[in-house]
């Protein structure tokens, strides 16, 4: 397929065991799915912004329009890249890199979830590392940011095997109440000192001007 008009639409992102890649709207619709079926317990809320608490199929249309927005509404200066995550081809997850002013900061920042069925088997971990390889080793980043709720162990364990320090503390509202929430981060010394997966990227050339590098 030509990708002509939007090219970040021919880049892939492998691991041994993953792909990562913008969706078309087929893979899109089953990500959507995928979170209409639950990305957490339904007793725990591990997101500042708590869009599962929507009914399922509330829940996937919003995935649906989220992806969209984040093209709909690129640009060099502000961008989010929301990759749909495939494990032997299967849709398991949605991974996000973003950035503003890339170009100066060096800065990216991640954000992610899985399937309920897809988890405790190593997938957030390997993903997450797939994108930290494209911002350090493909985008020349020098800074990588993620936070997690103090209480989500799973989300700080991924970090923590990755290579992330803490950087602080940060207070939010959810549901009217303040959770904490551990800021975390990353540079290219200690990503390339804690690098164990093997990550290949496609498609980066046709599409790097727009990341605004």
């Not at 992330?164 to 939010?172: C, N």
């Not at 290219?188 to 590098?213: M, N, P, Q, S, Y």
């Amino acid at each position: 397929m030509d990708h002509r008009y939007w090219p970040l639409h021919g880049l892939r992102i492998r691991t041994p065991r993953l792909e990562l890649r913008v969706p078309d709207l087929e893979l899109l619709d089953d990500l959507a799915s995928v979170a209409a079926a639950g990305v957490h317990a339904p007793d725990s809320m591990p997101f500042t912004v708590p869009w599962t608490d929507t009914p399922p199929d509330e829940r996937g249309r919003g995935v649906f329009q989220h992806v969209l927005g984040s093209i709909a509404n690129w640009s060099v200066r502000d961008w989010v890249l929301s990759l749909a995550v495939l494990h032997e081809g299967e849709v398991v997850g949605r991974q996000d890199l973003g950035a503003t002013d890339f170009a100066a900061t060096r800065e990216v920042n991640t954000g992610s979830w899985l399937g309920l069925t897809h988890q405790g088997q190593g997938i957030g971990t390997e993903m997450r590392a797939a994108v930290l390889h494209l911002a350090f080793a493909g985008l020349g980043a020098r800074t990588a940011t993620s936070s997690a709720m103090t209480d989500n162990p799973r989300s700080l364990g991924v970090s923590r095997r990755l290579g992330y320090l803490p950087d602080g503390l940060q207070v939010a509202a959810l549901r009217g109440a303040p959770v904490t929430l551990q800021r975390l981060r990353i540079d290219r010394e200690r990503w390339e000192a804690h690098r164990t997966v093997d990550v290949r990227i496609e498609g980066l050339d046709a599409c790097r001007k727009d990341f605004g590098g």
